[in-house]
């Protein structure tokens, strides 16, 4: 009797083994690349553990930086610029966008002048001082000896309508391989899925293949507005339609993105509010803005987790509160103070930070990396990239430069 069982125990240890090492097999597959014609429609798989972990920079030595820490920001890239440059609206995309070669060649600049991605909620940090108030204050990095830390920012990374079919991909996706992808529909109308086409997946690539150019794995701040929903996934709620129809579209809009959602957190994105609406805080007026707020936070950060960093629509301030602002807070400013917000990142000539003194916040502004700035204002962004060097040639010839 005891022999039997000993063998039937064996048995049962040796089919377990198998069993397993069916299920690490079928994890093996993971290298394989996304399926190439994706049903748009077809609900994303869940996220399968990484095969590929991202490679971590070799340890080096870490020093003290008290510097000036950097802060680009971009729009979404343009996948096809002869469709982007050639419709209605290809001023607007002249303006505000870079094409995937203008992003990858900046990418491929800032690496080279020694620039290292740090994660913007590093840079200061909430403290209370001897009156017993909490305020913010600058944090000391440590960063490998000769680096330059910056901060890029993704605003609008929506997809949003206006976009479709002007060649633009059409949302984020989770690959077979457990990483981001981007779908979407090439010039000649084939469904594509891609690393090379949209920001969010060129800049893990290029951190993959270069290590080096980030400090703790951090990518970038992706700031989003709600209105048209995130990352090409319409998760917004129509409030006009209060269909059965349209909550289940919607809930399963969520439960798409949430996958997504989860892998950048996973590997060193994280997120902004850039207001609901997309809305002008100089005239939108008290009520507005806070209704605006609580709408992001119920659509987008129940979606994204918590956050508190502003980035402010079209750059402009709330209160008014320009570079120069060292006044006392308007009513705007302490609701999202209220909410949790303690960073407020506006646009300017320059990375212009200035800690407040009445309450725990920190104003900044950062440098527009689009179109407009590739034409004109070269010289401001020389210690970053050459835009001579950077120029897509596909760009269109009559909005000239002034280099
Ligand atoms: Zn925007």
Same mark, same amino acid.
């Given at each position: 009797?005891?022999?039997?069982?000993?063998?039937?125990?064996?048995?049962?240890?040796?089919?377990?083994?198998?069993?397993?090492?069916?299920?690490?097999?079928?994890?093996?597959?993971?290298?394989?690349?996304?399926?190439?014609?994706?049903?748009?429609?077809?609900?994303?798989?869940?996220?399968?553990?990484?095969?590929?972990?991202?490679?971590?920079?070799?340890?080096?030595?870490?020093?003290?930086?008290?510097?000036?820490?950097?802060?680009?920001?971009?729009?979404? +890239?343009?996948?096809?610029?002869?469709?982007?440059?050639?419709?209605?609206?290809?001023?607007?995309?002249?303006?505000?966008?870079?094409?995937?070669?203008?992003?990858?060649?900046?990418?491929?600049?800032?690496? #080279?002048?020694?620039?290292?991605?740090?994660?913007?909620?590093?840079?200061?940090?909430?403290?209370?001082?001897?009156?017993?108030?909490?305020?913010?204050?600058?944090?000391?990095?440590?960063?490998?000896?000769?680096?330059?830390?910056?901060?890029?920012?993704?605003?609008?990374?929506? %997809?949003?309508?206006? @976009?479709?079919?002007?060649?633009? @991909?059409?949302?984020?996706?989770?690959?077979?391989?457990?990483?981001?992808?981007?779908?979407?529909?090439?010039?000649?109308?084939?469904?594509?899925?891609?690393?090379?086409?949209?920001?969010?997946?060129?800049?893990?690539?290029? +951190?993959?293949?270069?290590?080096?150019?980030?400090?703790?794995?951090?990518?970038?701040?992706?700031? %989003?507005?709600?209105?048209?929903?995130?990352?090409?996934?319409?998760?917004?709620?129509?409030?006009?339609? #209060?269909?059965?129809?349209?909550?289940?579209?919607?809930?399963?809009?969520?439960?798409?993105?949430?996958?997504?959602?989860? !892998?950048?957190?996973?590997?060193?994105? &994280?997120?902004?509010?850039?207001?609901?609406?997309?809305?002008?805080?100089?005239?939108?007026?008290?009520?507005?803005?806070?209704?605006?707020?609580?709408?992001?936070?119920?659509?987008?950060?129940?979606? +994204?987790?918590?956050?508190?960093?502003?980035?402010?629509?079209?750059?402009?301030?709330?209160?008014?509160? #320009?570079?120069?602002?060292?006044?006392?807070?308007?009513?705007?400013?302490?609701? &999202?103070?209220?909410?949790?917000?303690?960073?407020?990142?506006? +646009?300017?000539?320059?990375?212009?930070?200035?800690?407040?003194?009445?309450?725990?916040?920190?104003?900044?502004?950062?440098?527009?990396?689009?179109?407009?700035?590739?034409?004109?204002? !070269?010289?401001?962004?020389? !210690? %970053?990239?050459?835009?001579?060097?950077?120029?897509?040639? @596909? !760009?269109?010839?009559?909005?000239?430069?002034?280099?």
């Amino acid at each position: 009797m005891k022999i039997r069982k000993l063998i039937t125990v064996i048995i049962s240890v040796f089919m377990c083994i198998l069993m397993l090492a069916g299920v690490i097999s079928c994890g093996g597959v993971q290298d394989k690349a996304p399926d190439p014609t994706p049903d748009p429609q077809e609900t994303p798989t869940p996220t399968p553990p990484p095969s590929t972990p991202e490679p971590t920079p070799e340890p080096v030595e870490l020093v003290p930086y008290d510097g000036v820490v950097e802060h680009l920001f971009f729009h979404e +890239v343009i996948a096809y610029p002869e469709i982007a440059f050639s419709g209605s609206s290809r001023q607007r995309y002249d303006t505000e966008m870079v094409t995937v070669l203008e992003f990858q060649r900046i990418l491929e600049s800032l690496y #080279n002048n020694d620039f290292i991605l740090v994660d913007l909620n590093i840079v200061w940090s909430e403290y209370t001082n001897d009156n017993g108030q909490t305020r913010m204050r600058s944090n000391t990095l440590m960063l490998p000896e000769g680096k330059k830390p910056i901060v890029i920012s993704f605003d609008d990374l929506s %997809f949003y309508e206006y @976009m479709k079919g002007d060649g633009f @991909m059409e949302r984020y996706i989770i690959g077979s391989d457990g990483n981001i992808w981007a779908e979407g529909i090439d010039p000649s109308g084939n469904a594509v899925v891609s690393q090379d086409l949209a920001a969010i997946t060129i800049l893990d690539k290029f +951190v993959r293949e270069n290590p080096g150019f980030s400090h703790n794995g951090a990518k970038g701040c992706i700031a %989003f507005t709600g209105y048209e929903g995130i990352l090409g996934y319409r998760t917004q709620k129509d409030l006009d339609d #209060n269909s059965e129809e349209s909550r289940l579209n919607r809930m399963q809009e969520v439960a798409r993105v949430q996958p997504v959602v989860q !892998r950048l957190k996973d590997t060193g994105w &994280y997120f902004a509010t850039h207001s609901y609406g997309h809305i002008r805080f100089p005239s939108a007026g008290l009520t507005a803005i806070q209704n605006d707020a609580v709408r992001w936070m119920e659509e987008v950060g129940s979606l +994204v987790g918590e956050t508190q960093i502003l980035i402010f629509p079209f750059g402009e301030p709330l209160d008014g509160c #320009n570079w120069l602002c060292q006044t006392a807070c308007g009513p705007g400013f302490l609701f &999202y103070h209220e909410l949790g917000f303690r960073l407020f990142a506006a +646009v300017g000539r320059e990375p212009y930070t200035a800690i407040k003194t009445d309450i725990a916040a920190v104003r900044m502004d950062r440098m527009a990396s689009i179109g407009t700035t590739l034409r004109q204002g !070269r010289e401001r962004f020389l !210690r %970053f990239y050459d835009a001579k060097d950077v120029f897509d040639p @596909m !760009r269109p010839e009559e909005y000239g430069t002034d280099w």
